[in-house]
């Protein structure tokens, strides 16, 4: 994973050093993060998608869609064009002959003939995005596989189980 810069700033802000290292406020001064995901058919760039993107991503939906409303559409149809819209925002490059397709102005992800490989470059980036999302929410990566005892020594003693300990019911039908 790797910050890009993708605004140009006139003025710049002094930060203290933790606000500079932290991923939020360096995304907020127009960094992006982007990930490289190896698929099948090659390796692919891939950003996180900021407030923006996810407007960029409705409005593509909306225009796939023809202005009809996303509830007149099945689930599954709606997901396809979900996916082709994000993924039409979210992949900015990729090999020889994805940047070759993707440099004609019409490309779009709903023109790609292999479903499967669509999912799987898909599945990639909201894995990505996941794990982004989930830094800047200040949750622990993939090395906190929640074995640790400091979840088990903030729950008071007083708690029991869960929430049913100690509630009991008997119903008889007639």
């Not at 993060?33 to 996180?48: L, Q």
């Not at 909306?62 to 559409?73: D, E, K, L, P």
């Not at 064009?81 to 397709?101: M, R």
């Amino acid at each position: 994973m790797k910050l890009t810069e993708e605004i140009n700033h006139e003025e710049t802000e002094i930060m203290s050093v933790q606000k500079h290292d932290d991923l939020f406020f360096s995304m907020l001064n127009g960094n992006t993060v982007e990930e490289t995901v190896t698929t099948s058919r090659g390796e692919f760039t891939v950003k996180f998608p900021k407030q923006a993107d996810i407007l960029a991503i409705a409005r593509i939906a909306a225009v796939m869609r023809n202005g009809i409303q996303a509830n007149n559409f099945d689930v599954n149809g709606d997901y396809e064009i979900q996916k082709c819209a994000t993924l039409d925002i979210i992949v900015t490059s990729g090999p020889a002959w994805f940047n070759k397709a993707k440099s004609v102005p019409s490309f779009s992800w709903r023109n790609m003939p292999d479903a499967n490989f669509t999912d799987e470059v898909y599945a990639k980036a909201l894995s990505f995005r996941q794990d982004v999302q989930a830094r800047l929410a200040g949750i622990k990566g993939d090395a906190d596989n929640g074995d640790d005892e400091e979840g088990s020594e903030a729950v008071s003693s007083d708690v029991g189980s869960g929430l049913f300990s100690g509630v009991s019911s008997s119903h008889k039908r007639n």
